[in-house]
């Protein structure tokens, strides 16, 4: 298996956050964590980053167990995260957060490549270069992170509800661009979303957490017509 | 006077900048600082004016011992606090102890006595009207030099800039690869070491005790209050208001009413601006 959570327990203080979560993604799979506030949507992808000690339970990603390393480590193999709420450095260039990105890496020539390649994708970012990143849109905000996160050449990318506080027109093209990361660059996502319909359509496979434990799982079209998942988290409940 | 006011601001400019850069990446108000001035003034005291060492020489020293003297203080002191405390006071409180620990230390090997050195360079420049020392023309040309090249070094480099991204969202900086707990302590480093400078080319004007310690650490608080916690430019700005301040009062007016006016406006200044001139407001 490219990458697994094998029975992974998070708690903080005495309150358990997750509970015996188990995860599978195959190699170039988007697989989409879908669910409500605080049912351990965030506490899984910390885990996965070393943010959060798991304790109990193994993580493994490319045939080495990763649950015991500190964050750094766990980047430098190839897993980035883009955290949810934006997190750009605000006080920062746009240019300086995606250096950041690139902070462990030291091809100077690849990283220049890698920063045109971000201006292809997204090029409101060559406009704004040199603008503070705080200054910017809320959209544009989300495009640094995720920019950001790709500049360190990560072979996985976990992102923490991209779509929220955005406008529909704009939550359109960021999962157009995730869509995009996956198929041409070969990255495998993690989604996690509270917008599940949007979830749903892109990934290939999805996990539902409910207070800290997996509730369901399927493959995302399936799930996007199954009765119990449109009452419960498509809103569609018709009575 | 005027000049005056120069040499004490950008001198002070050092000090704020160095507290600035601990506040800001680690959120721990460094108690301390005026005692790593006045240790960064005792290594050129030893060095410089007893064994005859280079006086260059004896800076690169002070920025070795302070360097060091920073580098432990986070490792083994703020660190482990932070990694155990639930309340933000226990780092106030246990700066506020390494304070009194460097205080004591070096009254008991320094003594109390108030120590000067021979001057670095001899002459004096008149400028118009006013007399300029060469020694003070020296001490302020090196500052200026090391502020530019610190504010050289945080914009420029990569690793400025890790430090910039550790003050503005610690745990990002985790996601990015970023060693945290090791560009801290450089932080903590670099920030230890400009008070040491500061320490090192003031005592050559003003000479040093062990005892100006404190008198250091509430000048750069003043500063930082003035300019805006946290906030670079804004401890420049206060050490130049302070540095002019001081400079002035103690030329026109008798003896110790320059710091209870500088205080009385500090007050008055805090109750219209709470954030500092260039600080955001809190909350």
């Known amino acids: 298996m490219y990458f697994e959570l094998r029975n992974i327990s998070v708690r903080y203080d005495k309150v358990r956050a997750l509970d015996d979560v188990s995860l599978v993604l195959e190699r170039g799979e988007i697989v989409a964590l879908i669910g409500a506030n605080g049912a351990g949507k965030t506490s899984t992808l910390r885990a996965i980053t070393g943010l959060a000690r798991p304790t109990a339970g193994e993580i493994w990603f490319n045939g080495q167990r990763i649950d015991k390393l500190d964050p750094a480590a766990i980047v430098g193999l190839g897993i980035s995260m883009v955290p949810e709420g934006r997190h750009v450095y605000p006080f920062m260039s746009v240019k300086d957060n995606l250096l950041m990105g690139a902070y462990l890496r030291k091809d100077k020539k690849g990283i220049e490549q890698d920063l045109q390649k971000s201006f292809a994708r997204f090029p409101r970012l060559k406009e704004r270069l040199r603008q503070q990143a705080g200054s910017l849109s809320g959209g544009e905000q989300q495009m640094v992170v995720i920019s950001r996160a790709l500049m360190a050449r990560p072979q996985l990318i976990l992102l923490d509800e991209p779509s929220l506080g955005l406008a529909p027109m704009v939550v359109r093209d960021i999962a157009r661009a995730i869509v995009e990361i996956n198929r041409e660059e070969g990255i495998s996502v993690i989604l996690v979303e509270q917008n599940s319909r949007m979830a749903l359509k892109i990934s290939n496979r999805a996990y539902a957490l409910e207070t800290g434990r997996i509730a369901l799982t399927g493959n995302s079209a399936d799930l996007l017509n199954d009765d119990h998942i449109r009452k419960l988290y498509l809103g569609l409940a018709r009575l | ?283």
Request: with cysteine.
């Open chain 2, 1 to 283: 006077m005027l000049l005056n006011g120069v040499v004490l601001a950008v001198n002070y400019a050092l000090i704020a900048l160095g507290i600035t850069l601990i506040f800001s990446i680690m959120n721990i108000l460094n108690f301390a600082h005026g005692q790593m001035f006045m240790i960064g003034g005792f290594v050129v005291y030893y060095l410089y004016g007893l064994f005859g060492v280079n006086y260059f020489a004896s800076l690169v020293a002070v920025v070795a011992v302070l360097g060091v003297i920073g580098w432990c203080f986070e490792k083994f002191f703020f660190q482990r606090m932070r990694k155990m405390a639930t309340r933000e006071e226990n780092s106030m409180l246990l700066a506020v102890g390494t304070a009194l620990l460097l205080e004591n230390l070096a009254l008991s090997f320094f003594g109390e006595k108030q120590r000067g050195v021979p001057p670095v360079v001899s002459g004096v420049f008149k400028i118009g009207d006013a007399f300029l020392p060469a020694g003070r023309l020296l001490v302020m040309v090196l500052a200026l030099v090391l502020i530019v090249g610190l504010l050289l070094f945080v914009q420029y480099t990569k690793l400025g800039r890790a430090l910039r991204a550790l003050a503005q969202d610690r745990e990002v900086t985790y996601l990015m690869g970023v060693n945290v707990d090791r560009i801290a302590a450089l932080g903590f480093a670099l920030g230890a070491a400009l008070a040491g400078l500061a320490g090192g080319l003031l005592m050559t004007v003003f000479g040093i005790n062990s005892g100006v310690g404190t008198v250091y650490s509430i000048k750069a608080f003043i500063m930082i209050m003035i300019g805006g916690a946290g906030i670079v430019p804004g401890a420049i700005l206060g050490a130049v208001v302070l540095g002019f301040a001081e400079a002035i009062g103690y030329a026109l007016l008798p003896g110790s009413i320059t710091y209870l006016l500088i205080f009385v406006g500090l007050i008055v200044f805090l109750l219209f601006r709470p954030q500092g001139l260039m600080g955001k407001p809190w909350g």
